[in-house]
């Protein structure tokens, strides 16, 4: 039992399920449309300790009101992930791009999965160990303590 794989699991589940509602709504409410990739526009970023160079494309297109936009898809990668003039479905909500597509859903899916699994793998071994016994009787030594 290791409750960092828990807290993982826990994390996925969360994240996957974020991606998901998001991507909902996203594809419901928003404007779909093809963009096209002007250029790749790298930034320093980080998490914790670590950083690094990330690539994020930049993404020119025709919104529902026939204003040609330019904007940054929020999806970075240390290499680019699209090259230059390519099209990308994507669904313009709440002011920002999104990226569209099966292969987007299947992997957002995939996320909420895995961590779903992680979760219930890892609260399966602490149902079945010693461990709420053992939390058990700490709490009655407690109690016979005071």
Known sequence: MSVFYLLLGFILTCGGLYLLTLHFYASKYGFHTLGIVTKNVGKWGG???????????????????DNVLELRLDIGCS???????????????DEKI?????????????????????????????????????????????????
């Open 79 to 93: 290499i680019p992930l699209f090259i230059k003039g390519q099209q990308v479905k994507i669904v313009y909500y």
């Open 98 to 146: 999104h990226a569209s597509g099966m292969g987007w859903k299947f992997l957002y899916w995939a996320i909420f999965l895995v961590g779903l699994i992680v979760f219930g793998f890892q609260t399966m071994l602490i149902i079945n160990s010693d461990f709420i016994d053992t939390f058990l009787n700490w709490r009655e030594l407690i109690r016979l303590a005071s």
């Open 47 to 65: 998490s914790g300790e670590t950083t690094s160079y990330l690539y994020y494309p930049l993404i020119q297109f025709v919104d529902q009101e």
